[in-house]
Nanobody
């Protein structure tokens, strides 16, 4: 299984970015997908996830209303649309897959495969 995250970059506060995560080696449609991020000196934190079972989407409070997760099962790709970016959104963003659904998707340990990360830097 391989997950390839892309789309990161440097953006000014208030700007937007769209991250992509291309998956291979798995049946994409039967896996939940999620995004986590890790800032320097901080632990990896949950950002958002999309449940395979009922397509429920979960968001961290810090990104609600600004970030949107989506997936295209035909392309085996997941997306993260990030708007109104803030300097505190600066982090390495990771995509991951999980065989679970529901509230477990908030948990780092529920995810089986991880991508390599893509850097997002928001300048003030």
């Amino acid at each position: 299984v391989q997950l390839q995250a892309s789309g990161g970059g440097l953006v000014q506060a208030g700007g937007s970015l769209r991250l992509s995560c291309a998956a291979s080696g798995l049946t994409f449609s039967i896996y939940s997908m999620g995004w986590f991020r890790q800032a320097p000196g901080k632990e990896r934190e949950f950002v958002t996830s999309s449940s395979y079972r009922d397509r429920t989407k979960y968001y961290a409070d810090s990104v609600k209303g600004r970030f949107t997760i989506s997936r295209d099962n035909a392309k085996n790709t997941m997306y993260l649309e990030m708007n109104s970016l803030k300097p505190e959104d600066t982090a390495l963003y990771y995509c991951a897959t999980s065989p679970y659904y529901g509230s477990r998707l908030y948990e780092h340990g529920a995810y089986t495969y991880w991508g390599q990360g893509t850097q997002v830097t928001v300048s003030s």
